[in-house]
Nanobody, 120 residues
Framework: QLVESGGGLVQAGGSLRLSCVASGLTFSMYTMAWFRQAPGKEREFVAWTGRATYYADSVKGRFTISRDNAKNTIYLQMDSLKPEDTATYYC??????????????????WGQGIQVTVSS
């Protein structure tokens, strides 16, 4: 089970930190990721963390993904937020190292999603 928290409403240029707590899996053996989906758009990759980290170009330099294996938790620190970052953000888990890590199909476990709204 994956449970996200930390979303909300923020002005452009502001910051938010999302958290995702995992249960029922051997957390350290999983690649963990954040995806997002805006209304009318497909779910898109944001970042993943495993043995390394990787970011979508659209968030590189503004977002930071991290993990705390002792707490079975990943985080997404989002800075310099833009209105186009508005979306429902999802936490996802994949056992081991997925082939690409940037496709929703790479991940078998998902959180329920949490809303992030950035006002202009």
């Amino acid at each position: 089970q994956l449970v996200e928290s930390g979303g909300g409403l923020v002005q452009a240029g502001g910051s938010l930190r999302l958290s995702c707590v995992a249960s029922g899996l051997t957390f350290s053996m999983y690649t963990m990721a954040w995806f997002r989906q805006a209304p009318g758009k497909e779910r898109e990759f944001v970042a993943w963390t495993g043995r390394a980290t990787y970011y979508a170009d659209s968030v590189k330099g503004r977002f930071t993904i991290s993990r705390d294996n002792a707490k079975n938790t990943i985080y997404l620190q989002m800075d310099s937020l833009k209105p186009e970052d508005t979306a429902t953000y999802y936490c996802a888990a994949a056992f081991g190292t997925p082939r690409s890590g940037v496709k929703p199909a790479d991940y078998g476990d998902w959180g329920q999603g949490i809303q992030v709204t950035v006002s202009s």
